[in-house]
């Protein structure tokens, strides 16, 4: 099976948000996304101290295309105007398809802010054709006991398995674009293997440590870009690290932007903001 060809590398660049230490290697220079995945935030590693204000994330809408978020350390909790709520906890994930329109808050549970502790978050934005960009909008949060993670290399690379089939495991959120998505743990020199990947889009960003990719060198805070015509991908790590890996078919449709909406056209957007003005994403209140 041929290996994809390492294009590039980005470097995630700091754009803090208040207090939070943010980094964010998709869009940034030269690279607008890695189709269908749009944008991601890293958010820590950080520590609040006891009696913090929390994360800021209050009340804000969606439209268009999906968020994923991997609680890496801390907890998060979630609200949003269709009803649906929950604490995630370290190695959980939360999936929200926003669809046709949600707005929701991404906050700092009372627990949290009351004590402080570690805490380190990854978001990242998928999108959505233009046949389910107006689907009707879920939630998914799992807790890490029900994610499989799956062990390679006798144990020194250890992949959390959120969506798609990977070693005859399954995650546990179905995907509704076919996409494949893990974070994986890995000891110095452990590898972690992957194919079958021939005409998809990968993400692959290493949280932390330093990896190579398909024999590149790859340091902690940078996203690796690869080709669309290879098959396999093999990561292993120099150091300990953490990786963020996930696949996906392109959607390769236009994508017009405008903060918290994701539409194909600029009419759409215009449409999006009526619609938000005019109440229509609201259920209950967040």
């Known amino acids: 099976m041929p290996a994809k060809t390492v294009i590039a590398q980005h470097a995630a660049y700091r754009d803090d948000i208040g207090d939070l230490v943010t980094r964010r290697p998709v869009p940034g220079p030269g690279l607008e996304q890695v189709d269908p995945f749009l944008f991601l935030n890293h958010h820590g590693p950080q520590t609040y101290p006891p009696n913090n204000r929390g994360l800021p994330f209050g009340p804000h809408p969606h439209r268009g295309f999906e968020t994923v978020t991997f609680i890496l350390h801390g907890e998060l909790a979630h609200r949003d105007s269709a009803g649906h709520e929950s604490i995630i906890r370290k190695g959980g994930v939360q999936w929200m398809t926003a669809g046709s329109g949600l707005v929701h808050a991404e906050i700092s549970p009372d627990d949290f802010k009351r004590q402080g502790g570690p805490m380190e978050i990854l978001q990242l934005w998928v999108n959505l054709p233009s046949r389910l960009k107006m689907t009707t909008p879920r939630y998914i949060g799992v807790q890490a006991p029900e994610i499989p993670t799956l062990s390679a290399d006798g144990g020194k690379a250890m992949v959390h398995l959120i969506s798609g089939s990977w070693s005859g495991q399954t995650g546990p959120v179905p995907s509704l674009t076919g996409v494949f998505m893990s974070w994986i743990e890995l000891q110095a020199r452990g590898r972690a293997g992957f194919g079958s990947l021939g005409g998809r889009s990968v993400l692959l960003y290493v949280v932390s440590g330093q990896v190579t990719v398909n024999?590149?060198?790859?340091?902690?805070?940078?996203?690796?870009?690869?080709?669309?015509?290879?098959?396999?991908?093999?990561?292993?790590?120099?150091?300990?690290?953490?990786?963020l890996f996930g696949h996906?078919?392109?959607?390769?449709?236009?994508?017009?932007?405008?903060?918290?909406?994701?539409?194909?056209?600029?009419?759409?957007?215009?449409?999006?903001?009526?619609?938000?003005?005019?109440?229509?994403?609201?259920g209950v209140a967040v």
């Open 215 to 243: 024999g590149t060198v790859a340091p902690e805070w940078n996203l690796v870009r690869l080709d669309l015509e290879g098959d396999m991908v093999e990561i292993v790590a120099q150091t300990d690290a953490v990786v």
């Open 248 to 282: 996906a078919e392109p959607i390769d449709e236009p994508v017009v932007a405008h903060g918290p909406f994701v539409m194909n056209t600029r009419e759409e957007i215009v449409q999006a903001i009526r619609d938000y003005q005019a109440g229509l994403f609201e």
